[in-house]
T-cell receptor, first 112, second 112 residues
Framework: QKEVEQNSGPLSVPEGAIASLNCTYSDRGSQSFFWYRQYSGKSPELIMSIYSNGDKEDGRFTAQLNKASQYVSLLIRDSQPSDSATYLCAVRLVSSASKIIFGSGTRLSIRS | GAGVSQTPSNKVTEKGKYVELRCDPISGHTALYWYRQSLGQGPEFLIYFQGTGAADDSGLPNDRFFAVRPEGSVSTLKIQRTERGDSAVYLC??????????FGPGTRLTVL
């Protein structure tokens, strides 16, 4: 089992709709979770971090965490063409506090 | 302000050669990470520095890979006897000690 798993996509969403991206992780004790956005040919950039169960909102982005189910999600409201990118879920392992493990990413395409 | 910089941006080498990849972190950032990213995959953890010391090098794939950060700032990733399978984008990220990682633009390594 991979430590961080994501559906590779591509996920196609119409402009203005809600895009929902999902991630599961295997390290039950993990406490820190991150969503990164990576445009083609560019480096990852942090969108959101979340540490507690529940929802965390920042503008059009909402991160959701359920530690019991070992599940993290990212919702993007009012999707824009500029949101088309690969979204990477990352988890800081409890077994090694310094190591942040990334999933393989979900490719999101916003269609006009 | 200046972000993380990596040199060279591209490196083409022949199988069996030695290469060095350099990372200049954001000034004052104590934590520095090296990742490797292959096409269609998320960043793969290689090594983490806190100050001058390698706090976690468990991601280095074998003893051909080595990294240093002698003065707690610039870091160099060294790869001996390169193999075609080493071809990837090598990413460096620095952090002020929080969870936020700032990635450099990466070095694209091609081993012929």
């Amino acid at each position: 089992q991979k430590e961080v798993e994501q559906n590779s996509g591509p996920l196609s969403v119409p402009e203005g709709a809600i895009a929902s991206l999902n991630c599961t992780y295997s390290d039950r004790g993990s406490q820190s979770f991150f969503w990164y956005r990576q445009y083609s040919g560019k480096s990852p950039e942090l969108i959101m971090s979340i540490y507690s169960n529940g929802d965390k909102e920042d503008g059009r982005f909402t991160a959701q965490l359920n530690k019991a189910s070992q599940y993290v999600s990212l919702l993007i409201r009012d999707s824009q063409p500029s949101d088309s990118a690969t979204y990477l879920c990352a988890v800081r392992l409890v077994s090694s506090a310094s190591k942040i493990i990334f999933g393989s990413g979900t490719r999101l395409s916003i269609r006009s | 302000g200046a972000g993380v910089s990596q040199t060279p941006s591209n490196k083409v080498t022949e199988k069996g050669k030695y290469v060095e990849l350099r990372c200049d972190p954001i000034s004052g950032h104590t934590a520095l990470y090296w990742y490797r990213q292959s096409l269609g995959q998320g960043p793969e953890f290689l090594i983490y520095f806190q100050g001058t010391g390698a706090a976690d090098d468990s991601g280095l794939p074998n003893d051909r890979f080595f990294a240093v950060r002698p003065e707690g700032s610039v870091s160099t990733l060294k790869i001996q006897r390169t193999e075609r399978g080493d071809s990837a984008v090598y990413l460096c990220a620095s952090s002020p000690g929080s969870d936020t990682q700032y990635f450099g633009p990466g070095t694209r390594l091609t081993v012929l």
